[in-house]
Structures are given as structure tokens and as C-alpha cells.
């Protein structure tokens, strides 16, 4: 069933996507502000995209990361606006000359068809007047970027929070990164996220580190399990249970034990 829901946050507008409303991943946040598009939500609900901009006037459209469900419409919104994309040079090569794509990303959320960005700068002005920083925040994705509204203290945070206890990780997610890109972007000032997939939560910052605290304390945890001999299946059941749905229908590549050998894998 088609999930397309509106929504404005302060001068933030924007609408909620989605082939499937299963879980909070598979719906999509695509956010406005002004005539700034920030991501275009997954290929297999482009309808409900053009339903909602048919008629908008868009300037530019950014990309926080390459996956699909962020990218899926670039190229299809871009040419029925005439609006450029921009995204993080590591992204750009992803997005022309494609990118793999497994059965379940295809299911759920379809292939991003070719588009070509621009390299995001060092700032992005809105023609509305607010200043959009791009934040590289590497550990998702490698070309993964937030964008800042010092003024206004937003945060639009992309693939970065999901939840202040993430429970899987994609098979080529990097924790390092993670906790570095935590890192950074808390040093920032910023009060509201808006989180592609779980939409607006309040107390932004002390949210982004929930989440960093709850990193720190799983990898202590299991590499101490995993000192007492025990295997990372193991330490995954006892920690997160059976492998659920999720880990069966994408063949592993988004799973729990994923996010247990990164745990002992990544340098803190
Ligand atoms: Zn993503």
C-alpha cells in the first residue's frame, strides 16, 4: 500500500513515501525547505513524488547519500522541474554509472535510475534565504553527508540516526566511520533532527548521543563476550535473538551479527 503523507515543521516542509509501510525503513522523508529538496524518497513510489511536486516550483535538489531510497527520484524530479542535484563528490561516480542493487533493495524500494550531480560545496544557500552546510558523515555510506542550519539549529541527518538503538547494520556499513561522524557532527549546535526515516525528533543532540554511548557500550560488551570465547553467531542470539525476516530476506546483508563483527572489527 502507497504511503503518501504531508507534513510541515516550522518553515520545513515536505511529504512521506513509500511503496510499503512495513517498518520505518521503508518509508521515506523527503524534506523542503523552501524550494531545497533534500532527498527524492525510493524509485518504486515515483508516483507519489510527482503527485506531491506536480506544480512546485524546485531550485535544487541534495542528496545525502547515493542508496536508493534517497536517490531513486533525482534523476525523474530533476528533469520534471529542471532543478540540478547535488551530492558528495564520493557519490557522484555511484549515481551515473549505477550502482548494485540486491533482490530485497529491489522489492522494497526499486533501482536508482542514472543521474548526473553536481559536487556539493562548502555551503549551500536557499533561496529562501537559510544556509544549508554540508557535513561529510562517512560510516552509512562513504559519500554520506548531513546538512546544518546553523541558524535555525537543524540537522538534516540522512541515514545517520534511524534510532538511538540501531539493531542491524548493511553488510558494508564501517562502525569506524560511524563513531567518527558521531563524533564530529556532535560538535556541532543543533537542536532538531530531521531523520529520513523516523522524520522530526526533538532533542536532536542529546538523541546523537544516546546513540553514540549505545555504540560504545554494545562493542564493550561484545568484545568481552567474545573474549570469553564465544562466537559472533553466538553473541548475535544472545544479544539481539534469532535472525529475524530482515536478515533472511536480504540474504544477510542487513542483519544483526553484521553490526556484532563490527563491533569487533572497528578501532575506538
Ligand atoms: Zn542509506
Not at 522524520?199 to 554494545?218: C, D, I, P, S, W
Amino acid at each position: 500500500m502507497t504511503v503518501i503523507r504531508t507534513f510541515t515543521h516550522d518553515s520545513v516542509t515536505g511529504v512521506k513515501v513509500g511503496k510499503y509501510n512495513l517498518a520505518d525503513n521503508s518509508t521515506v522523508h523527503i524534506f523542503c525547505v523552501g524550494e531545497t529538496v533534500i532527498d527524492t524518497g525510493p524509485p518504486n513510489d515515483r508516483k507519489s513524488v510527482a503527485r506531491y511536486f506536480e506544480g512546485r516550483s524546485v531550485r535544487q535538489i541534495l542528496l545525502t547519500h547515493h542508496h536508493e531510497d534517497h536517490s531513486g527520484n533525482a534523476a525523474f524530479l530533476s528533469r520534471m522541474t529542471g532543478a540540478p542535484v547535488f551530492a558528495h563528490p564520493l557519490g557522484l561516480e555511484l549515481l551515473r554509472e549505477g550502482f548494485p542493487i540486491r533482490m530485497y533493495q529491489k522489492v522494497f524500494w526499486g533501482s536508482t535510475p542514472a543521474v548526473s550531480p553536481e559536487p556539493l560545496g562548502e555551503a549551500v544557500a536557499t533561496p529562501c534565504g537559510h544556509t544549508l552546510v554540508p557535513i561529510h558523515t562517512p560510516g552509512h555510506s562513504p559519500d554520506h553527508v548531513c546538512f546544518l542550519e546553523p541558524d535555525r539549529k537543524w540537522l538534516f541527518t540522512g541515514d545517520l540516526f534511524l534510532a538511538p538503538k540501531v539493531k542491524m547494520f548493511r553488510a558494508d556499513e564501517d562502525l569506524t566511520g560511524h563513531l567518527k561522524s558521531l563524533k564530529t557532527i556532535l560538535g556541532y549546535d543543533f537542536e532538531t533532527l530531521f531523520c529520513a526515516h523516523k522524520g522530526v525528533v526533538e532533542n536532536g543532540h542529546g538523541m546523537l548521543e544516546k546513540k553514540l554511548a549505545y555504540y560504545l557500550a554494545l562493542i564493550e560488551e561484545v568484545r568481552g563476550m567474545h573474549a570469553a570465547g564465544r562466537t559472533p553467531g553466538e553473541i548475535t542470539r544472545a544479544l539481539f535473538g534469532k535472525k529475524g525476516l530482515v536478515g533472511y530476506i536480504s540474504c544477510n546483508h542487513m542483519s544483526s551479527e553484521n553490526l556484532v563483527r563490527q563491533c569487533l572489527s572497528c578501532s575506538v
